[in-house]
């Protein structure tokens, strides 16, 4: 019997600080069983449990993409007891990796569509795996048009700089970059927050648009008007959510939102799908 | 299945034999309380009590159970990597179960062994335990079994059922694993399924407490989560706990880390619904941070949400034990009645 409850055993490859704050780093991982990797094959929207020896178990989001082989990637805010414990870990560092979990965005369902990708603030980690993976040449050719909005407090607070620079220069992604304040004179982006930005860039929802929103709950908030405005149906607003996690299978309990999991049966809901919960999250 | 007649003192003898194959299994008066215990060679479980105060689950899922076991040791092998530690998964008798209980593993496997992920702590442990059921001619006070799905002669989740005949047991023998059993104590005697049938009868009759819950399945989920009477029900609750601790089908866990010096496990706990922390994000934000919020979660999930995911019925064997134990008399026959009836735009009685 397979124990869903094993970390694979991972060496931490390499730590990379994301944030001016320095409050949010980047992990990769590499399992120490090549097998396990193969086992551990996602894809973008799906999350996984660190667990840090001795410390405990935290839920991420999976940041790197099922395209790029060798490696996982986590970016983790520095929060608790075990994020913190990983925070002052070093390359070379043994540690677990256990999942994938939950479900994924529906990359099938939006086959040929249009994609609208709204990120805030540390939640853009999935959304990253999501770019690359349909940046990839295998994948662009099945989707239409891209376009990220993501915003940040400042410029140094936004993740993976030089990936946005370079889908930038891209001209089959549509990059909509926004921070609060430029605290910078060279800021050559949007300033405003991200409902803002949604408006004023989105392209209007239809049949062959989906929107795929993620980020502090504050952000989904004032979001959703903006995306009732462009006219999205909610069968098409596709959202990632967080709650508190031990098992991430469906088992310990604390994570329902109604009968549904978010570990297990999310985190990616649909609003239609969550407006029929009681939305504890 | 079968029916045996085992005089009670061939019954002594019985488990006698037991001890060797099994590792045996009983209600042992602890305190003023009977729970279950394992049982030392010498030592017959006390059928004495109406029922044991904790239920048994935490025979197949202990209140602290160890995942893994590690060394943060460097200079060791396998350093940082967790292991699962060797335990002991041979034969269990349980002896003098009652039906509630019996019935509540199978509503709790429900849980741990899915068609996606298998616990595989419970499900060994499980595996490993043929469950003498004693079934219930006197029942609690606070009982509503026969509404719960099941009752005091239930065989549901049982290897061999035993009915208390005064100088003898009237017992069926139900599965392979009972028949195993009944056959290493060495009861073999006839028995009678009419008198077993006629106590059956005398017994459910006894249980007068009746709940109604057919209408909780017809229910919209958010009507009664936006219900107006979740602030009463839940006024007088001091969110102790002792409801989800005391009762056979709750399930919940946390998993936490424990180290001395260099080693260290992970360890599975009972956990409660009814604790902020539960649910406290890391932020500091909590989808439940209210009391009312939890009290209505764990009545949600026991005759709402359960209800619906698997159409097995509620969430609830009907034991009766949180009923007897809560500090506020927090009584959840009364809350499935408001929720069954509850009608939204209506007035409902709280």
């Known amino acids: 019997m397979q124990n869903p409850y094993f970390p694979y055993p991972v060496r931490i490859d390499e730590v990379i600080t994301e944030t001016e704050d320095k409050n949010l780093k980047t992990f990769k991982f590499v ?6 990797e193969k086992k551990f094959a996602y894809t973008p929207g799906q999350f996984g449990e660190l667990s840090v020896t001795g410390k405990g178990e935290i839920p991420i989001g999976i940041a ?41 965005y529906p990359w099938e369902r939006m086959r040929g569509k249009n994609i609208v990708i709204v990120g805030g603030g540390f939640a853009f980690t999935t959304l990253r795996s999501s770019i690359v993976w349909l940046l990839d040449p295998a994948n662009r050719k099945n989707y239409g048009d891209i376009h990220v909005i993501y915003g940040a407090r400042s410029p140094g607070m936004l993740l993976y700089r030089d990936e946005l620079m370079e889908w930038e220069r891209r001209d089959d992604i549509h990059m909509h970059i926004t921070v609060d304040r430029a605290d910078t ?70 994570c329902n939102i109604g009968m549904e999991f978010v570990c297990k049966d999310g985190p990616v809901f649909t609003l239609n799908q969550l407006k029929k919960t009681p939305r504890e999250y | 299945m079968r029916d045996l007649k085992i005089a009670k003192t061939d019954w002594a003898k019985g488990v006698e034999k037991l001890f060797g194959p099994y590792r045996v299994f009983g209600p042992k008066k602890e305190g003023l309380f009977h729970n279950f215990a394992r049982l030392e060679k010498g030592e017959a479980p006390d059928f004495s009590c109406k029922n044991t105060r904790l239920s048994a689950k935490g025979l197949i899922y202990p209140q602290t159970e160890k995942m893994f076991e590690y060394t943060l040791d460097p200079n060791k092998p396998d350093h940082h990597v ?22 509540a593993f199978t509503l709790v496997k429900l849980n741990f062994d899915t068609p996606e992920y298998k616990d595989p702590y419970w499900i060994k442990n499980y595996a490993a335990a043929t469950f003498v059921g004693l079934a219930c001619d006197a029942p609690c006070h606070a009982c509503f079994c026969t509404s ?27 599965t392979e694993k009972g028949e195993k059993l009944v056959a290493a104590a060495g009861w073999a005697g006839a028995g009678d399924a009419g008198a077993f049938e006629a106590k059956a009868k005398a017994a459910g009759d006894k249980v007068v407490s009746k709940v109604n819950t057919a209408k909780l399945a017809g229910k919209v989920t958010n009507d009664l989560h936006a219900a107006p009477f979740w602030e009463d029900l839940a006024f007088a609750c001091i969110n102790c706990g002792t409801c989800t601790y005391l009762c056979p089908t709750c399930w919940c866990f946390d998993i936490q880390d424990e180290v001395c010096g260099t080693e260290g496990c992970r360890l599975k706990n009972w956990d409660s619904c009814m604790y902020p922390l539960f649910t406290m994000h890391g932020t500091g934000h909590n989808p439940r941070g209210e009391k009312a919020q939890r009290v209505r979660q764990r009545f949600m999930h026991k005759l709402k949400y359960f209800v619906d995911k698997y159409g097995a019925g509620i969430h609830c064997v009907g034991c009766g034990r949180c009923v007897t134990a809560c500090p506020v008399n927090i009584d959840i026959r009364r809350v ?13 009685a709280v």
Request: aromatic share 8%; charged share 20%; with cysteine.
């Open chain 1, 64 to 104: 790197s993409s099922p395209t790029e082989k060798g490696f996982v990637k986590f970016t983790v805010n520095k929060v608790g007891v075990v994020s913190t414990a990983l925070h002052n870990m070093v390359p070379g560092d043994i540690m677990g990796i256990r999942g994938p979990m939950g479900n994924w």
């Open chain 1, 185 to 254: 004179p060279d800021w050559k982006y949007n300033v405003g927050f991200v409902p803002a930005v949604t408006e004023a860039k989105a392209p209007p929802g239809d049949a062959d648009t989906f929107a795929i929103v993620c980020g502090p709950p504050i952000m989904i908030k004032f979001t959703q008007p903006v995306l009732d405005k462009l006219g999205y149906s909610h069968d098409q607003i596709i959202m990632s959510l967080e709650n508190r996690m031990k098992c991430g299978i469906g088992m310990c309990g604390r």
């Open chain 2, 148 to 174: 719960a799905g099941t009752g005091p002669y239930d065989t549901a989740g049982l290897d061999v059922l035993l009915a208390d005949a005064g100088d003898f047991f009237l017992a069926k023998v139900l």
């Open chain 1, 31 to 36: 399992f120490l069983d090549p097998g396990d």
């Open chain 2, 336 to 348: 499935a009645e408001i929720m069954n009836g509850y009608e939204p735009g209506k007035d409902c």
């Open chain 2, 82 to 103: 967790h292991k699962e530690p060797v335990k002991d998964y041979s034969p269990m008798a349980v002896l003098g179960i009652r039906p509630c209980d019996a019935k």
